[in-house]
T-cell receptor, first 114, second 112 residues
Framework: GAGVSQSPSNKVTEKGKDVELRCDPI?????LYWYRQSLGQGLEFLIY????????KSGLPSDRFSAERTGGSVSTLTIQRTQQEDSAVYLC????FGGGDEQFFGPGTRLTVL | GNSVTQMEGPVTLSEEAFLTINCTYT??????LFWYVQYPGEGLQLLLK?????DKGSNKGFEATYRKETTSFHLEKGSVQVSDSAVYFC???????????FGQGTRLTINP
């Protein structure tokens, strides 16, 4: 079956612009995660969605970052007024139930802020 | 808070050499422990996991044992291949928590 997909695969934007990154999780997975992979910070958790529960936003680095998950499936990560330090690979993952379940990762979106 | 420390790379070995990548963690309670691998040009994928003390995870010839007394989860392989060249990440999922906390990653290069 299909894995986690993300779009776009690459995004180049100018400082100050807003960007939207999309994640399509594996069908039937109730949990969805966003992580960021950057040279200086390694792999960092951003946000977690589980079913209809309120998301865990504890990893979002600033209020310029937000995410939503519509219909318990597709998720969009939005970064407003992008800064150069936002340049990174943004990874989405999903798991069947959350908790200690295996997380399946998408290929990522490479964001470059000029 | 929870954290993972893994040996810094890069690590370069010859084919058929023995591999150890050290990983230690700090966590309260009983976390689940994972090794993820990222092959060149590919996404992160789970290599192996262990969910309780003394459990051994294994896959593709790799092994790691959950050692609570030393808070460690070292990755080992008896005879590496060129195809094992990748970046390896140790990670934990805290008890009752959902997110993964990753180590910094270790880049492994195997020469023929």
């Amino acid at each position: 079956g299909a894995g986690v997909s993300q779009s776009p695969s690459n995004k180049v934007t100018e400082k100050g612009k807003d960007v939207e990154l999309r994640c399509d999780p594996i069908s039937g997975h109730t949990a969805l995660y966003w992580y960021r992979q950057s040279l200086g910070q390694g792999l960092e958790f951003l946000i977690y969605f589980q079913g209809n529960s309120a998301p865990d936003k504890s990893g979002l680095p600033s209020d310029r970052f937000s995410a939503e998950r519509t219909g318990g499936s597709v998720s969009t990560l939005t970064i407003q007024r992008t800064q150069q330090e936002d340049s990174a690979v943004y990874l989405c993952a999903s798991s069947l139930f959350g908790g200690g379940d295996e997380q399946f990762f998408g290929p990522g979106t490479r964001l470059t802020v000029l | 808070g929870n954290s993972v420390t893994q040996m810094e790379g890069p690590v370069t070995l010859s084919e058929e050499a023995f591999l150890t990548i050290n990983c230690t963690y700090t966590a309260t309670g009983y976390p689940s422990l994972f090794w993820y691998v990222q092959y060149p040009g590919e996404g992160l994928q789970l290599l192996l996991k262990a969910t309780k003390a003394d459990d051994k995870g294994s896959n593709k010839g790799f092994e790691a044992t959950y050692r609570k007394e030393t808070t460690s989860f070292h990755l080992e392989k008896g005879s590496v291949q060129v195809s094992d060249s990748a970046v390896y990440f140790c990670a934990l999922s805290g008890q009752g928590a959902q997110k993964l906390v990753f180590g910094q990653g270790t880049r492994l290069t195997i020469n023929p």
